[in-house]
C-alpha cells in the first residue's frame, strides 16, 4: 500500500498575503539585556496597545504581519545575568544564534 505524501504546512516567513498584496514584518524584541527589565513593560503596553479595539491599533493588525518576541534572553534573566546568556555572549551581538 503506498502512502501519499503529507502536506507541508505554509511555512512562516514567507510573507503573509492579503488579496493580493504581502503585508510587510515589523519585528519587536524586548529583553535583550536581563537588566532591562522597563522592556518587559513597554513590550507589555505594545501587546495590549496592538490586540485592542483602538482604530489605529486595528489600522497596523491590516498592514503589517508583527513577529514578536517578548524576551529574547530568558536563561539571562532567570539565572541573573546582566548583558550575557548562559554561554557568556551578547544576544544583541550574535542575532542569527537565535
Same mark, same amino acid.
Given at each position: 500500500?503506498?502512502?501519499?505524501?503529507?502536506?507541508?504546512?505554509?511555512?512562516?516567513?514567507?510573507?503573509?498575503?492579503?488579496?493580493?498584496?504581502?503585508?510587510?514584518?515589523?519585528?519587536?524584541?524586548?529583553?535583550?539585556? $536581563?537588566?532591562?527589565?522597563?522592556?518587559?513593560?513597554?513590550?507589555?503596553?505594545?501587546?495590549?496597545? /496592538? *490586540? &485592542?479595539? +483602538? %482604530?489605529?491599533?486595528?489600522?497596523?493588525?491590516?498592514?503589517?504581519?508583527?513577529?514578536?518576541? $517578548?524576551?529574547?534572553?530568558?536563561?539571562?534573566?532567570?539565572?541573573?545575568?546582566?548583558?550575557?546568556? /548562559? *554561554? &557568556?555572549? +551578547? %544576544?544583541?551581538?550574535?542575532?542569527?544564534?537565535?
Amino acid at each position: 500500500m503506498k502512502r501519499e505524501p503529507e502536506k507541508s504546512m505554509p511555512r512562516y516567513g514567507h510573507g503573509f498575503t492579503v488579496g493580493t498584496s504581502c503585508r510587510p514584518y515589523q519585528v519587536i524584541t524586548a529583553r535583550v539585556h $536581563p537588566g532591562e527589565s522597563n522592556g518587559s513593560w513597554v513590550m507589555k503596553g505594545t501587546l495590549e496597545f /496592538l *490586540v &485592542s479595539r +483602538d %482604530p489605529v491599533a486595528k489600522l497596523l493588525r491590516e498592514n503589517f504581519v508583527f513577529k514578536i518576541i $517578548p524576551m529574547l534572553n530568558p536563561d539571562g534573566v532567570i539565572n541573573g545575568k546582566y548583558v550575557t546568556c /548562559l *554561554v &557568556s555572549f +551578547d %544576544p544583541q551581538l550574535h542575532l542569527s544564534y537565535y
